[in-house]
């Protein structure tokens, strides 16, 4: 998958508060993504996170 820093990605699970947009902080062995919504930060395997986008927009140059 070709998903770099800054981009916007929608997950098939939905954070607590509401929102499934996440933005790409990091990405190596791990993701870390930020909840577009409340701010929150967590990191996630890059096998779950690639099994779990439904969708990515890249982010504006």
Request: hydrophobic share 35%.
């Amino acid at each position: 998958m070709d998903i770099q820093l800054g981009d916007i990605i929608k997950l098939k699970k939905q954070h607590p508060c509401g929102s499934s947009e996440w933005e790409v902080l990091r990405i190596g062995a791990d993701f870390r993504l930020k909840c577009m919504r409340c701010g929150h930060q967590i990191m996630l395997p890059r096998k779950q996170v690639e099994k779990s986008i439904r969708q990515i927009t890249k982010k504006q140059e």
